[in-house]
């Protein structure tokens, strides 16, 4: 996936989801996610390993006081573009935090 397209794709992911969600917070969480884009995104060129401002963002994420709205946002992005979900689930362990969301799938429930 070139930069620009995942440029593109990023955009179109806080776009949807700030209509889906109907809250700035979803966009401060796709921001936070957005450095691990080359280690989560399904091509041959990516990287092997989370980079340092992947993993900040994520721990920035497990502080953050609403869980909820937190997989709401990355479920509605995540579903939408081409990402390596086993990949994005071991994110928080790779990382070295513990983000508490639940395995990504279209079904999964966040209210727990």
């Given at each position: 996936?070139?930069?620009?397209?995942?440029?593109?794709?990023?955009?179109?992911?806080?776009?949807?989801?700030?209509?889906a969600m109907g809250a700035p917070d979803c966009v401060s969480i796709l921001r936070r996610i957005d450095?691990?884009?080359?280690?989560?995104?399904?091509?041959?060129?990516?990287?092997?390993?989370?980079?340092?401002?992947?993993?900040?963002?994520?721990?920035?994420?497990?502080?953050?006081?609403?869980?909820?709205?937190?997989?709401?946002?990355?479920?509605?992005?995540?579903?939408?573009?081409?990402?390596?979900?086993?990949?994005?689930?071991?994110?928080?362990?790779?990382?070295?935090?513990?983000?508490?969301?639940?395995?990504?799938?279209g079904d999964m429930d966040c209210s727990q």
């Open positions: 996936m070139s930069r620009v397209t995942k440029i593109v794709a990023f955009l179109v992911i806080v776009l949807v989801s700030e209509s450095p691990c884009l080359p280690y989560l995104v399904q091509n041959p060129g990516r990287e092997d390993s989370p980079s340092k401002a992947c993993c900040d963002g994520v721990a920035t994420l497990s502080i953050m006081p609403n869980v909820k709205d937190e997989c709401e946002c990355i479920k509605a992005s995540v579903l939408l573009t081409p990402v390596d979900l086993p990949r994005f689930a071991a994110l928080p362990s790779v990382c070295g935090t513990d983000l508490k969301i639940p395995t990504i799938s």
